[in-house]
């Protein structure tokens, strides 16, 4: 099985907050890395975010690295993004999904407009 559909896409201002959250079934949760990709319209997918199985380390890209926060849960196997500071080419598809691959959630879409 996959991570199930995020939570907690849609419709923000720029400037606004939205809290994605992933929850994962299928697999050993607790044990894999995990990250966040997204696709935003016309391009290919892009990885944003990363974190290991602890929770304790984590990654961004640059384009998001001050104003998004990746976390977990493995007591609820959930797998959760702050987003803050959203801008219009913040727009896009967001996924999660083992760092590895070989689990991808549904799709959540983000759009940022005024």
């Known amino acids: 099985l996959m991570c199930s559909a995020g939570v907690g896409g849609g419709l923000v201002q720029p400037g606004g907050s939205l809290r994605l959250s992933c929850a994962a079934s299928?697999?050993?949760?607790?044990?894999?890395?995990m990250s966040w990709f997204r696709q935003a319209p016309g391009k290919g997918p892009g990885w944003i975010s990363w974190?290991?199985?602890?929770?304790?380390?984590?990654a961004y890209a640059d384009s998001v690295k001050g104003r998004f926060t990746i976390s977990r849960d493995n007591a609820e196997n959930t797998l959760s993004l702050q987003m803050n500071g959203l801008k219009p080419e913040d727009t896009a598809v967001y996924y999660c999904?083992?760092?590895?691959?070989?689990?991808w959630g549904k799709g959540t879409q983000v759009t940022v407009s005024s």
């Open positions: 999904a083992t760092s590895g691959g070989s689990h």
């Open positions: 299928g697999f050993t949760f607790g044990s894999a890395e």
């Open positions: 974190i290991n199985s602890g929770g304790g380390s984590t």
